[in-house]
């Protein structure tokens, strides 16, 4: 098992920055694949960004790709998402989730760990 807590939401306004954080522990060596995902009220959820932690190859969501940025720190078994610029429609839940699968893995039927979820609100 893994267990993965998110953590670095909040209330911000249009063109802040916020650097998400998810801790694993446990069997962390089965997180081979991790990703970020949001869910805005009344919409599916997102895929945003995935890390094959074996290579360190990196995918992301075009509605990302140049304002997120994704990475793992090994020695404190933490990924993170630094997220700059933020707009209002990047209000959501956002969630980290971990993967044995190895790879860029951008479904999220593909992740068997989940965290709770960090709420992150962007005012204009």
């Known amino acids: 098992q893994v267990q993965l807590v998110e953590s670095g939401g909040g209330l911000v306004q249009a063109g802040a920055s916020l650097r998400l954080s998810c801790a694993a522990s446990?069997?962390?060596?089965?997180?081979?694949?991790m990703g970020w995902f949001r869910q805005a009220p009344g919409k599916e959820r997102e895929f945003l960004a995935s890390m094959a932690r074996g290579t360190g190859s990196i995918y992301y969501a075009d509605s990302v790709r140049d304002r997120y940025t994704i990475s793992f720190d090994n020695a404190k078994n933490t990924l993170y998402m630094q997220m700059n610029n933020l707009k209002p429609e990047d209000t959501a839940v956002y969630y980290c989730?971990?993967?044995?699968?190895?790879?860029?893995?951008?479904?999220?039927?593909?992740?068997?760990?989940w965290g709770q979820g960090t709420q992150v609100t962007v005012s204009s």
């Open positions: 446990g069997r962390t060596l089965s997180s081979a694949g």
């Open positions: 989730a971990a993967s044995s699968e190895w790879g860029i893995l951008r479904s999220s039927s593909l992740y068997e760990y």
